[in-house]
């Protein structure tokens, strides 16, 4: 397997609406998409774009709020209540040689490759065989290229 670019780096927070002033006034950030839901993976999304000089494919900073009580990240926002980095995503050309990949290294997958916020299937792998860092395995988007 061949490690593909860096897509996005997650970032947990308990209020998107308080993200996007900050990264809007504080950072700088011109290119934020309307948040949504995404309530089969528990989670309010949005994308902050980091663009590149091409203006196209920066890599984005993910964030993401709990859509309810069952959320997902809802334990990660108890440990770190104002927010964090959750975890980051990288591409990959073809998402079932990554898992196969990742699988032969016996890496632990935290569930069935699905599709994700951003259309095209991932995986996530456990933080504790990845060097600390929950990680999102993620198909490159053929539009992409
Ligand atoms: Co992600």
New binding site residues.
Partial sequence: MKLGRLN?I?VATPSIAESIRYYRDVMGAVQITEPFDLPEQGVKVCFVDTPTDSGMNGTQI?LIEPFDESSPINGFLAKNPAGGQH?V?YEVENIGEARTWFEGLGKRILGPTRI??HGTPIFFLHPKDMMGQLT?IMETPKEAH
Wanted: charged content about 25%; some cysteine; overall charge negative.
């Fill in positions: 996005h997650g993910e975890h995503c994700g916020a999102e």
